[in-house]
T-cell receptor, first 111, second 115 residues
Framework: DQQVKQNSPSLSVQEGRISILNCDYT??????FLWYKKYPAEGPTFLIS???IKDKNEDGRFTVFLNKSAKHLSLHIVPSQPGDSAVYYC??????????WGAGTKLIIKP | TAGITQAPTSQILAAGRSMTLRCTQD?????MYWYRQDLGLGLRLIHY???????GKGEVPDGYSVSRANTDDFPLTLASAVPSQTSVYFC??????????????FGSGTRLTVV
C-alpha cells in the first residue's frame, strides 16, 4: 500500500503562472515532508522541506503547504520558469530517518 | 566538490552476468541507500545501510546484494543479471540529523541495460 501518493503523473503550466504540485499521505506519524526536483540524467536534488508541526514553509519562489487533517501537502512555484520543468518527488520521513517516496509528477512549463 | 560518485555512468550487460555498481561518498554520512528508478514507479529502495558494518533490505531487494565495509563505500552487486533489472540506479547518502533539513544527497545515477 502506497504511503505517499502523487496522483498526477504530469502537469503543464504556462510560464509566469503558478504551478501547484500535490501529494497525499496515509501515515499521520510522519515527522517531516520533503520535495525533490529531478532533471533527466541527473540525480534528484533536495528542494524544500516542512516539519509536521508547521503548515507552511517558504523559500524564494517555492512554498510548501501542509494540511495535517487532510494528510495533504502541496508545493507552489510562483512564478513558474522554464528551468522548473522537471520531475518533482514528494517524500515523507519516518521515525528512522528513512524517506518514503511518491511516484513523482512531471512538470512542464510552457513558454 | 563533495558529494557522491557513482560508476559506471552506464553499462550494457548480458543476462546471466554479474556486475557491481560502485558508490562512494566523501561527506562522512552514516547512512547510504540504493534506489532504482523505473518509469511510472518513482524511486524504489533496494538496500540501505544505517552505518558501516550494517545493511538492510528495502522494497525490492531480490537479485541484489550490498556490503558496507567502511563509511565511504556502498557497492551494489547483481549476481546474475536479468532483463527486469534494466533500470537507472541511484545511490544516496544522509546524515540522520540532517535529513529533515537537507534530505538525502544523490549521485548522478548508473543506467543499466540487461540484454
Amino acid at each position: 500500500d502506497q504511503q505517499v501518493k502523487q496522483n498526477s503523473p504530469s502537469l503543464s503550466v504556462q510560464e509566469g503562472r503558478i504551478s501547484i504540485l500535490n501529494c497525499d499521505y496515509t501515515n499521520s506519524m510522519f515527522d517531516y515532508f520533503l520535495w525533490y526536483k529531478k532533471y533527466p540524467a541527473e540525480g534528484p536534488t533536495f528542494l524544500i522541506s516542512i516539519s509536521s508541526i508547521k503548515d507552511k514553509n517558504e523559500d524564494g519562489r517555492f512554498t510548501v503547504f501542509l494540511n495535517k487533517s487532510a494528510k495533504h501537502l502541496s508545493l507552489h512555484i510562483v512564478p513558474s520558469q522554464p528551468g522548473d520543468s522537471a520531475v518533482y518527488y514528494c517524500a515523507a520521513m519516518d521515525s528512522n530517518y528513512q524517506l518514503i517516496w511518491g511516484a513523482g509528477t512531471k512538470l512542464i512549463i510552457k513558454p | 566538490t563533495a558529494g557522491i560518485t557513482q560508476a559506471p555512468t552506464s553499462q550494457i550487460l548480458a543476462a546471466g552476468r554479474s556486475m557491481t555498481l560502485r558508490c562512494t561518498q566523501d561527506m562522512r554520512h552514516n547512512a547510504m541507500y540504493w534506489y532504482r528508478q523505473d518509469l511510472g514507479l518513482g524511486l524504489r529502495l533496494i538496500h540501505y545501510s544505517n552505518t558501516a558494518g550494517t545493511t538492510g533490505k528495502g522494497e525490492v531487494p531480490d537479485g541484489y546484494s550490498v556490503s558496507r565495509a567502511n563509511t565511504d563505500d556502498f557497492p551494489l552487486t547483481l549476481a546474475s543479471a536479468v532483463p527486469s533489472q534494466t533500470s537507472v540506479y541511484f545511490c544516496a547518502s544522509s546524515d540522520d540529523e540532517g535529513v529533515p533539513y537537507y534530505g538525502y544527497t544523490f549521485g548522478s545515477g548508473t543506467r543499466l541495460t540487461v540484454v
